[in-house]
Nanobody, 124 residues
């Protein structure tokens, strides 16, 4: 089975920074896009940033210039460096990945997997 496990969330003051990590493990053949989404109470889940296996990135307007997504392909890990945090960034952050599982006959088709989420709270 495949698992995505996030870490690095917590409580931070406005203007502070946090670094989230998400490691994918299990029988993985290949990972294409990895991404971070977030969901605040009473709001819809929204894309924060994503990154392809080649390193191309995409950011939500609300975080561009403050957040940086990166990945370590050899470790199947994606990171989110969050700087200049604002109270509006308070959310549960989820990582997700489009990946192929390793199977007996080779590999599966691409499937989407999600982590369990990590809470980020920005407050004084």
């Amino acid at each position: 089975q495949v698992q995505l496990v996030e870490s690095g969330g917590g409580l931070v003051q406005p203007g502070g920074c946090l670094r989230l990590s998400c490691a994918a493990s299990g029988s993985i053949f290949r990972i294409s896009v990895m991404a971070w989404d977030r969901q605040a109470p009473g709001k819809q889940r929204e894309l924060v940033a994503n990154i392809t296996s080649g390193g191309s990135t995409n950011y939500a307007d609300s975080v561009r210039g403050r957040f940086t997504i990166s990945r370590a392909n050899a470790k199947n890990t994606v990171y989110l460096q969050m700087n200049s945090l604002k109270p509006a960034d308070t959310s549960v952050y989820y990582c997700n990945a489009d990946l192929q599982r390793r199977t007996l006959w080779g590999s599966s088709s691409y499937e989407n997997y999600w982590g369990q989420g990590t809470q980020v709270t920005v407050s004084s």
